[in-house]
T-cell receptor, first 114, second 113 residues
Framework: DQQVKQNSPSLSVQEGRISILNCDYT??????FLWYKKYPAEGPTFLIS?????DKNEDGRFTVFLNKSAKHLSLHIVPSQPGDSAVYFC?????????????FGQGTRLTINP | DAGVIQSPRHEVTEMGQEVTLRCKPI?????LFWYRQTMMRGLELLIY????????DSGMPEDRFSAKMPNASFSTLKIQPSEPRDSAVYFC???????????FGPGTRLTVL
């Protein structure tokens, strides 16, 4: 039972255009959402997050949108750059027994074409 | 600095052998997580510790897997005996103090032949 889903395994975008990565979740207990970026042979690195009390958070070229009623979030990257090519993981967070637990999606491989 | 050191970075072993993966946060942290990444299942949480105590090990696939955290600066994940289907990248992560995001180590790529 996949509580966090990224239905697109891959996405290809031209440099300078907008990249939109999508994520759906099923559990209403999640109260915090994060995006991680992963390069080959490295661990995932935190990119941007959003609390469930907000619907948008922006950091430079990256914006995360949250639609709680649809249980959907998305990551927008604009303009896309070649260095953005990586695997992006969506994660949802809940505090269980005093510790934060993250549930990850399957990941979306983003390729930015020059 | 919320760095995490994992060793070894690569491990190749034969089926049936014992494998021990190590995680050492550069600064002691109360919450530590072990994940496994495979092509089929993505990033899966195996187990997490809070204050060195295992809180949730429901993600540990089988009794062949065990994890310990004897202190805030060290944790191990052991597989005994290992099987080819255990081949994956194993990540250790910690909570960056006072923040919600987890900080991941570089991972250990395990190959079981």
């Amino acid at each position: 039972d996949q509580q966090v889903k990224q239905n697109s395994p891959s996405l290809s975008v031209q440099e300078g255009r907008i990249s939109i990565l999508n994520c759906d979740y099923t559990n209403s207990m999640f109260d915090y959402f994060l995006w991680y970026k992963k390069y080959p042979a490295e661990g995932p690195t935190f990119l941007i997050s959003i609390s469930s009390i907000k619907d948008k958070n922006e950091d430079g070229r990256f914006t995360v949108f949250l639609n709680k009623s649809a249980k959907h979030l998305s990551l927008h990257i604009v303009p896309s750059q070649p260095g953005d090519s990586a695997v992006y993981f969506c994660a949802a967070s809940a505090v269980i027994q005093g510790a934060q637990k993250l549930v990850f999606g399957q990941g979306t491989r983003l390729t930015i074409n020059p | 600095d919320a760095g995490v050191i994992q060793s070894p970075r690569h491990e190749v072993t034969e089926m049936g052998q014992e494998v021990t993966l190590r995680c050492k946060p550069i600064s002691g942290h109360n919450s530590l997580f072990w994940y496994r990444q495979t092509m089929m299942r993505g990033l899966e949480l195996l187990i997490y510790f809070n204050n060195n105590v295992p809180i949730d090990d429901s993600g540990m696939p089988e009794d062949r897997f065990s994890a310990k955290m004897p202190n805030a600066s060290f944790s191990t994940l052991k597989i005994q005996p290992s099987e080819p289907r255990d081949s994956a990248v194993y990540f250790c992560a910690i909570l960056a103090g006072g923040r919600n995001e987890q900080f991941f180590g570089p991972g250990t790529r395990l190959t079981v032949l």
